[in-house]
């Protein structure tokens, strides 16, 4: 893939609920201090963008970028309600990683933004990421979280803010990528040199 350095910042606050919701604040995803185009507008202040490069290529080589796209967590309609909708997200996440040029040559950046930590990854998005080389993090994640537990006012979207970020590739194992977490408010970064 060639020498490079990918930076990549994002983070997640206390979001009240609101019609509509606010504006997402997506991440800032540098390759050699070069941003990253910003991908579709996810219509949400909470989700994940997905990038996926061949891994034959440079990084930084423009025909090695597959896709860049930012995926936004749902409300049922009408409500402030997204503990029956938020699974949908990592569905979506896992189609495209599926369905992206050959599976065997991905190298994949998974960023989270305005993520609510009781939003943790679906069994088959857990075991996909760990594959692609997630670990620990990944892992204290799902077991220290109340997955869809969702505070009950009328006035909450996210009330514990929890970000993510993964380096990772396909054929890469349990712990050979980058991961960064927090269940926290505030920014989140991971620079990632290879």
């Known amino acids: 893939m060639g020498s490079s350095t990918?930076?990549?910042?994002?983070?997640?606050?206390?979001?009240?609920?609101?019609?509509?919701?606010p504006p997402a604040t997506l991440p800032t995803i540098t390759i050699d201090g070069t941003p990253l185009a910003a991908p579709n507008n996810p219509y949400s202040p909470t989700g994940y963008q997905v990038v996926i490069f061949n891994s034959t290529k440079p990084?930084?080589?423009?025909?090695?970028?597959?896709?860049?796209?930012?995926?936004?967590?749902?409300n049922d309609p009408g409500t402030n309600s997204w503990w029956n909708t938020y699974q949908y997200v990592y569905s979506n996440m896992l189609s495209l990683i599926l369905n992206t040029g050959n599976i065997d040559e991905q190298f994949l950046l998974i960023v989270s933004f305005g993520l609510d930590n009781n939003m943790p990854p679906t069994n088959d998005m857990l075991s996909t990421m760990l594959n692609l080389g997630?670990?620990?993090?990944?892992?204290?994640?799902?077991?220290?979280?109340?997955?869809?537990?969702?505070?009950?006012?009328a006035n909450s979207w996210v009330s514990y803010p929890a970000s993510y970020i993964l380096v990772g590739s396909s054929g890469w194992g349990y712990g050979e990528g980058e991961e960064a977490y927090q269940n926290t408010a505030g920014p989140l970064s991971l620079n990632y040199s290879f």
């Open 59 to 74: 990084v930084t080589d423009p025909t090695a970028l597959l896709a860049n796209v930012a995926f936004g967590v749902g």
């Open 6 to 21: 990918i930076s990549i910042s994002t983070s997640s606050q206390v979001i009240n609920y609101a019609t509509p919701l």
């Open 134 to 153: 997630a670990n620990g993090q990944l892992q204290k994640w799902e077991t220290t979280c109340d997955p869809g537990s969702q505070v009950g006012n």
